[in-house]
T-cell receptor, first 111, second 112 residues
Framework: DVKVTQSSRYLVKRTGEKVFLECVQDMDHENMFWYRQDPGLGLRLIYFSYDVKMKEKGDIPEGYSVSREKKERFSLILESASTNQTSMYLC??????????FGPGTRLTVT | QKEVEQNSGPLSVPEGAIASLNCTYSDRGSQSFFWYRQYSGKSPELIMSIYSNGDKEDGRFTAQLNKASQYVSLLIRDSQPSDSATYLCAVYSGAGSYQLTFGKGTKLSVIP
């Protein structure tokens, strides 16, 4: 079974803090993705990576950066958290252009 | 802008009935199609994938794809209360894109 894990299920941060969200997959997938999901807006892609040290912007990259130093690990960084970044953050991984498998999600609240 | 459209629902069906969930997509070059189930507060879980025209069955689930009509559907037979969830349709477009486009989901409620 594919396993995608995320570092926290719930996170509360203050405005202006730097926030790190980590994602690890154990299936040797080359592609990894970060999404956020908000009511009424659906799933929106923030960034994705198709190889180590490679990244591509998704639909809403502003205010976020990513890091992929190892194939199994993909980090999402909020350089200076703001209240409008309160959301559910979902990591996913895939092999080539096949199914994406999601982690359990991190519900981030920025106060 | 590639779009994937779903009726937001809620779709209510009685227990034991067939639930029919529909999805249309705008990019005629789309190659691969997926259905995810998402329980409230949880992450999406893949339940079906379909790549060619026709039907694909897996247990109580059947995915149907019609590329000419740009339409993909999910049928759930013998619906159970545990099927109550939001169902997301997702599509890979052509041209080597790695980006899945998701619909906003249809909320299904199975009434005991």
């Amino acid at each position: 079974d594919v396993k995608v894990t995320q570092s926290s299920r719930y996170l509360v941060k203050r405005t202006g803090e730097k926030v790190f969200l980590e994602c690890v997959q154990d299936m040797d997938h080359e592609n990894m993705f970060w999404y956020r999901q908000d009511p009424g807006l659906g799933l929106r892609l923030i960034y994705f990576s198709y190889d180590v040290k490679m990244k591509e912007k998704g639909d809403i990259p502003e205010g976020y950066s990513v890091s992929r130093e190892k194939k199994e690990r993909f980090s999402l960084i909020l350089e200076s958290a703001s209240t409008n970044q309160t959301s559910m953050y979902l990591c996913a991984s895939s092999l080539s252009r096949y199914e994406q498998y999601f982690g359990p999600g991190t519900r981030l609240t920025v106060t | 802008q590639k779009e994937v459209e779903q009726n937001s629902g809620p779709l209510s069906v009685p227990e034991g009935a067939i639930a029919s969930l529909n999805c249309t997509y705008s990019d005629r070059g789309s190659q691969s199609f997926f259905w995810y189930r998402q329980y409230s507060g949880k992450s999406p879980e893949l339940i079906m994938s379909i790549y060619s025209n026709g039907d694909k069955e897996d247990g109580r689930f059947t995915a149907q794809l019609n590329k000419a009509s740009q339409y993909v559907s999910l049928l759930i037979r013998d619906s159970q209360p545990s099927d109550s969830a939001t169902y997301l349709c997702a599509v890979y477009s052509g041209a080597g894109s790695y980006q899945l486009t998701f619909g906003k989901g249809t909320k299904l409620s199975v009434i005991p």
